[in-house]
């Protein structure tokens, strides 16, 4: 799905139970004027810069980063971890990319419950 | 599987619903004061960073290691509260625990759920826990303090200073109970539609303490101990640094210091209040006659918490289900 088709969707769902999801009030909320919102939305323009797509992220509650990785944004933290050790960071980027999603938590992220 | 997400502990259950997620983030929040008050809900003020005690290795205390789970860092007397996050709206029983002494029912530690009394809570209705559950409606906000000077709900109940940290275990509801949930919420949604004086010298384990009185609800689980899937429960421990050990075990700085309860108030920035209509748990009594950390401090003719003077929480905005309106966050954006 694409950025703009994503944010529109995930806007009317909340919509469907919430008045204040209407595309006036959150592009309010997220300090940009509705019409470019819209825009965003049907995929007229650009996806906006990141620090607007973290605050659609919080408003949507959706998750930040999936919201820039389909609008081809990389967060600014991750690229300045990426910038300080780049060979070993795409070594192991490259490395991961075919294992799948529950592999790739168990080895970098599972939370290890020990003895207590 | 628990894993670790931006500061978040994520639960998930594939095996039992695609559904069963739950995030829990530990919030910095103000030290209300411990004056015998009762204080509306403080703000969220951003999360305390969280790290895998296993990458850590020999650099963590050698007791905490076979304990695996994560750490966060605080300072002596500051406060936090834990919310309960969810992405999809799968119901959880969570169960929370400080030294190993439940914060709900005030009982040591055991596995597993139990009512009569109720030792867990519900999410939803339950957004989030700020401290032991002393009355009904009241609870005494968590406060850290170093292990083994006595403040601890754990040393209080216990007498011994042992584990120290928090302790969270989570069971997902069952898969058909949340099914048939979801079909009855699509039915009823189809015919609705139409702080602080902080030290830097203490040892390195800390834990949590009763510190001021807080108007919040533990809700009565509503589903009963059946709808929960307690085969499939997952549980973490959460050590607790202090401000020297957690810069020498992880090289990283901490986050700043939360103004003190008196300095946010007087600068008219918000409290919360949350309105829910489902019932409350009895407080537990155990629980009760814990003294607070001034409590303990004037025994020991201490002066724990510095800068404890009485706030006056003007401006205090209303949250949750059970109010209509716009949905504020228990935030507050801080310069």
Known sequence: MTFGNFIRKARERRLADDSRFSL????????????????????????????????????????ADLLLAMAGKISGDLAEIIRKRPRLFAQLIRELKTMPDHAILRLVREVRDGDW | MITLENDRLVFSFPEVHDDARLDITFQ????????????????????????????????????????????????????LWISFGRRSGYPFAMKVATGKINAVDGKRWVNGLAREPQNYMAVPPQPWLDGYCIEKGVIRQFVAMPLGD?????????????????????????????????????????????????????????????????????????????????????????????????????????????????????????????????????????????LSVVGIGKKKRETPLPENESADASVVVPLGPAKPGPRPVREAMLE
Not at chain 2, 39 to 45: Q, R
Not at chain 2, 207 to 234: F, K
């Open chain 2, 28 to 79: 910095r929040t103000l030290r209300i004061p411990d004056d015998d008050r009762t204080y509306p809900l403080p703000p969220g003020l951003g999360c305390f960073p969280l790290r895998h005690v296993d990458d850590f290795g020999a650099r963590v205390p050698e007791d905490w290691r076979p304990r695996g789970g994560v750490m966060l860092p605080m300072f002596q007397s500051e406060a």
């Open chain 1, 24 to 63: 006036r009030q959150v592009a309010q909320r997220i300090d940009v004027e509705p019409a470019y919102l819209s825009k965003v939305e049907r995929e007229e323009v650009a996806p906006p810069s990141e620090a607007t797509i973290v605050r659609l992220a919080r408003e949507l509650d959706e998750d």
């Open chain 2, 150 to 290: 006595g403040y601890t709900a754990e040393e209080q109940i216990t007498g011994e200073a042992e584990h120290g940290g928090i302790q969270i275990v989570a069971y997902p509801m069952k898969r058909a109970r949340y099914e048939d949930l979801q079909r009855r919420e699509r039915s009823r949604l189809r015919s609705v539609k139409l702080s602080v004086g902080f030290e830097e010298c203490a040892p390195a384990a800390m834990g949590l303490a009763p510190g001021g009185r807080m108007r919040q609800h533990i809700y009565d689980d509503e589903h009963g101990l059946d709808a929960w899937d307690q085969a499939n429960g997952s549980r973490c421990f959460v050590a607790i640094a202090n401000s020297l050990s957690w810069r020498a075990i992880t090289g990283e700085a901490l986050p700043s210091l939360p103004p003190t309860a008196r300095d946010y108030a007087k600068a008219k920035l918000p409290w919360f209040d949350y309105y829910a209509e489902s019932p409350a748990v009895d407080g537990a009594s155990a629980l009760q006659n814990l």
